[in-house]
């Protein structure tokens, strides 16, 4: 019984799990729950960009008027939305990007076919269509019960 051996091609999702690092613990103290890596590099990007545009001569007078609490408590808010955000697999620049060219478009009222921007129809209108209704029968049917309801 000699058999001849088929191959079979098998079909595997490429980044079906995807692990994100996690931080618990810093320096040998615990946190209460595991940080993810990614929020953390976030908290350290958005601060360092608040804190250039804190010291900046001209700039700071945007944000010299803010609470410094709320200046602490914005690096940390927005990396939480950053990391709660979910960015379909792109970068989260690449991801905002297209988020607000959609607001833009819309503002605009405009759409592109084929890479041409066209202006969207301002009213639509349905010509020679078909309806169907079904007809209803025994819409008052009375439904009745005997005996007694037991519970177990």
Same mark, same amino acid.
């Given at each position: ?6 191959? $079979? ?10 692990? !994100?690092?996690?931080? +618990?613990? $810093? %320096? ?14 976030? %908290? %350290? ?24 609490? $709320? ?12 990391? !709660?955000? *979910? ?11 297209? %988020? ?9 009222? $405009? ?26 029968? !025994? ?7 005997? *005996?007694?309801?037991? +519970?177990?």
């Amino acid at each position: 019984m000699s058999e001849k051996k088929k191959r $079979v091609s098998l079909y595997v999702l490429n980044n079906f799990l995807k692990f !994100d690092r996690k931080i +618990y613990q $810093v %320096f040998g103290l615990q946190l209460g729950r595991p940080l993810p890596l990614k929020g953390v590099l976030y %908290f %350290f990007v958005i601060g360092t960009i608040e804190l250039i545009w804190y010291f900046t001569p001209f700039l700071n007078k945007l944000i010299n008027w803010i609470a410094p609490s $709320v200046l602490i408590a914005l690096p940390i808010l927005l990396s939480w939305l950053l990391i !709660d955000v *979910g960015t379909e697999g792109r970068s989260p620049i690449s991801y905002f990007r297209s %988020f607000i060219n959609y607001y833009v478009r819309k503002i605009k009222e $405009v759409t592109y076919v084929r890479g041409k921007e066209i202006k969207k129809p301002e009213s639509h209108k349905f010509t020679s269509y078909v309806t169907y209704v079904k007809p209803m029968k !025994d819409k008052h049917k009375k439904v009745g019960y005997k *005996g007694y309801l037991t +519970y177990r």
